[in-house]
């Protein structure tokens, strides 16, 4: 299978908001439409809001998609990179498009000078869990949320 990692663009909306949608769904929540619709301004917007790169096969199918920003942080000099959002359609895992996915988005960090890239899963993701496994190293840190 060939692929290709590049920008998001605005004609990939009708794709992207199915990816967004599935991504919502495997995560068992739901979002309302006005905050679907500010994340697409966002990731479309020109003052470096939130980044999105999707996966591309030959045929122009959209096979995967992430999301991040870059962020302050007390504790570098350099900006950290916040992978949010990652999500493959289930046809296509385990054939490289995560990995792909995520070499962009460290490829990227590099590039714009980013002291790390990090994200979080839930631990139920263990599919995803098996890949971030060979790709990254576990944090200790355990989240908390109010």
Same mark, same amino acid.
């Given at each position: 299978?060939?692929?290709?990692?590049?920008?998001?663009?605005?004609?990939?909306?009708?794709?992207?908001?199915?990816?967004?949608?599935?991504?919502? =769904?495997?995560?068992?929540?739901?979002? #309302?439409?006005?905050?679907?619709?500010?994340?697409?301004?966002?990731?479309?917007?020109?003052?470096?809001?939130?980044?999105?790169? =999707?996966?591309?096969?030959?045929?122009?199918?959209?096979?995967?998609?992430?999301?991040?920003?870059?962020?302050?942080?007390?504790?570098?000099?350099? #900006?950290?990179?916040?992978?949010?959002?990652?999500?493959?359609? #289930?046809?296509?895992?385990?054939?490289?498009?995560?990995?792909?996915?995520?070499?962009?988005?460290?490829?990227?960090?590099?590039?714009?000078?980013?002291?790390? =890239?990090?994200?979080?899963?839930?631990?139920?993701?263990?599919?995803?869990?098996?890949?971030?496994?060979? =790709?990254?190293?576990?944090? #200790?840190?355990?989240?908390?949320?109010?």
């Amino acid at each position: 299978m060939s692929i290709t990692v590049r920008q998001v663009k605005q004609s990939d909306h009708k794709q992207w908001l199915a990816l967004w949608n599935a991504y919502l =769904v495997f995560y068992e929540t739901e979002l #309302p439409e006005e905050v679907t619709s500010a994340t697409w301004q966002k990731i479309n917007a020109t003052d470096g809001g939130i980044e999105c790169l =999707v996966v591309e096969d030959e045929d122009g199918a959209l096979l995967g998609m992430t999301q991040f920003l870059y962020h302050l942080t007390s504790w570098s000099t350099e #900006p950290r990179c916040y992978l949010h959002d990652l999500y493959t359609v #289930p046809e296509s895992r385990g054939q490289g498009v995560a990995r792909a996915l995520i070499k962009a988005v460290e490829d990227d960090a590099k590039k714009e000078g980013a002291c790390e =890239v990090y994200w979080m899963t839930q631990e139920f993701n263990e599919t995803a869990r098996k890949l971030y496994d060979k =790709v990254a190293t576990k944090s #200790p840190f355990i989240e908390y949320v109010i």
